[in-house]
């Protein structure tokens, strides 16, 4: 279907009609003008690129050419020529233009000037109009929609789990509680304890930190499921990685064990940025600039194949590299970025898929291995981020998933609908979760986690 009314700007750049006339609407970029002729850049978000448009300055309403600011909204009708100037093929010869809204010079917060991005987080209503964040926007759709392609086109199901759960057994981060309970008249019971029977749902419930536990519900029936939806951990951990509210896709698979659950990541993550490469390339080549090697290390992790390495052997590396961390590490230590980060980027040159991690810094549904110590988790460290997905063959067994819930005291009352998967139909069974601002990172090759979502939620932050 065409757009209505108007031909987008990144339809116009790649048009060969010259001489033909079109209406563009979109919010004017920059304005030059002299005497005799006016250009305004014009663009619509359709593109990183705008479409130049020329005024004949003597001919045309001067009222007009006055309230085009940058900032301002515009309809133009003009007719395609061949540009002389460098920059774009082609460019609009303007017959006139009407100004939707107006964008005061003096208080319109975008100007031409290269803004930081911790001032652009403080105008992130505004910010979608600047080039590095329309570039990271357009990057961002195009993956949310490689991904359901990849699982579409690959047999899996689209599995929607609950935002809102009673049950905080996962322990993948701290929880936001969810109530309509009066906070400051809470009802007690006789122990004087708070009454959460009088609470919405009858109990406490809290906003979801992962939809696994629910994903292979899915996956015991569906046999491949894969969750994408909102995430949510009140981690007060300020980091450049980490958010409060993010999004994950949660991949579930029936019948697979750990090394075919790699193998699943492994495929999965290349097709997604060779997806980048061959359908962003306008929106790279921009960010490629300011992160000259950005596009190199895209199509390096296409190309190369995962470096697979136990946790035992990855803490050896560590240990022997006679590197001074900030936190020591030693076999049973949980790994910090810094960790993971040195044997992607100076130990190995390539993304690392850790496997077979002590199972006390581990959740309780991962598979145990025979050693008694260690499960079959894995993790996926990938340079300038560390850790990007986290995942793990599950324990299908009973018994030892139950031995395994007593021993950490997890209440069980909660669990039980998911402990009948492993009484009734039970098979081997793997997932993993891919933190979609994570790889947005690596694509974009943004450093702050603040800057590839358009409104973060951070500690003290929940503005827009
Ligand atoms: P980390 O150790 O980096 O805090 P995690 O081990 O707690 O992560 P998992 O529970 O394994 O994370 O979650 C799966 C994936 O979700 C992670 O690999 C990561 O990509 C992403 N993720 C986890 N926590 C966050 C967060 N607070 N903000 C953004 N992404 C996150
Ligand atoms: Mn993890």
Same mark, same amino acid.
């Given at each position: ?24 609407k979109?919010?004017?970029?920059t ?44 309809r ?19 017959k ?14 975008l ?24 570039? /990271?926007?357009?990057i ?16 899996f ?25 009066e ?10 304890v ?23 519900l899915?996956a ?32 579930e ?53 995962f /470096? ?16 001074r ?32 991690y ?9 598979k ?58 039970s ?25 590839v ?12």
């Amino acid at each position: 279907m065409k757009t209505p009314g108007r031909i987008r700007i990144s339809e116009l750049l790649k048009s060969t009609e010259t001489g033909s006339e079109f209406v563009v609407k979109g919010w004017v970029r920059t304005k030059r003008a002299s005497k005799h002729i006016a250009f305004i850049a014009l663009n619509d978000g359709s593109t990183i690129h705008n479409i130049q448009l020329v005024v004949d300055v003597p001919n045309f309403d001067g009222e007009i050419l006055k309230q085009i600011t940058t900032g301002a909204s515009i309809r133009a009708v003009g007719v395609l020529t061949e540009s002389t100037g460098s920059g774009q093929p082609v460019e609009l010869q303007v017959k006139n233009i009407e100004v939707y809204g107006t964008a005061d010079a003096q208080t319109y917060p975008l100007q031409k000037k290269e803004h930081t991005f911790e001032f652009l987080r403080e105008i992130a209503h505004l910010r979608p109009r600047t080039n590095t964040f329309g570039a /990271v926007l357009r990057i961002r759709h195009a993956m949310a929609f490689a991904i359901h392609k990849y699982f579409n086109d690959n047999g899996f199901y689209y599995l929607h789990t609950p935002i809102i759960t009673a049950s905080d057994a996962e322990g993948a981060g701290a929880m936001f509680q969810v109530t309509t309970l009066e906070l400051d008249q809470l009802p007690k019971t006789k122990n004087n304890v708070i009454d959460y029977g009088q609470d919405f749902f009858g109990k406490r419930t809290s906003l979801t930190v992962s939809g696994q536990l629910e994903g292979e519900l899915g996956a015991m029936a569906l046999s491949q499921i894969y969750t994408f939806g909102p995430t949510f951990r009140a981690e007060n951990s300020n980091t450049p990685r980490h958010l409060a509210e993010f999004w994950m896709i949660e991949p579930e698979m029936a019948f697979y064990e750990i090394t075919e659950n790699m193998d699943l990541a492994e495929d999965f993550i290349k097709y997604l940025v060779k997806y980048a490469l061959d359908n962003c390339a306008d929106d790279l080549a921009f960010l490629n600039k300011k992160d000259p090697e950005l596009v190199a290390r895209l199509a390096g992790v296409v190309d190369t194949a995962f /470096v697979r390495l136990d946790y035992t052997e990855g803490v050896e590396i560590l240990e022997k590299s006679g590197v001074r961390f900030e936190y020591p590490v030693s076999w049973g230590a949980d790994l910090q970025a810094e960790h993971e980060r040195y044997l992607v980027e100076k130990h190995f040159g390539k993304p690392v898929i850790l496997t077979n991690y002590p199972k006390e810094i581990k959740a309780f549904y991962m598979k145990q291995n025979s050693d008694g110590k260690t499960v079959r988790a894995m993790d996926v460290l990938f340079p300038a981020i560390g850790e990007i997905i986290g995942g793990s063959q599950r324990e299908e067994n009973f018994d030892t998933l139950n031995a395994r819930i007593n021993e950490l005291k997890i209440p069980v009352k909660d669990l039980w609908w998911y402990l009948e998967t492993r009484k009734f139909g039970s098979a081997p069974h793997s997932g993993f979760g891919l933190g979609f601002e994570r790889l947005l990172l690596f694509v974009t090759g943004m450093t702050n986690i603040r800057d590839v979502i358009p409104f973060p939620r951070t500690p003290k932050n929940a503005d827009f």
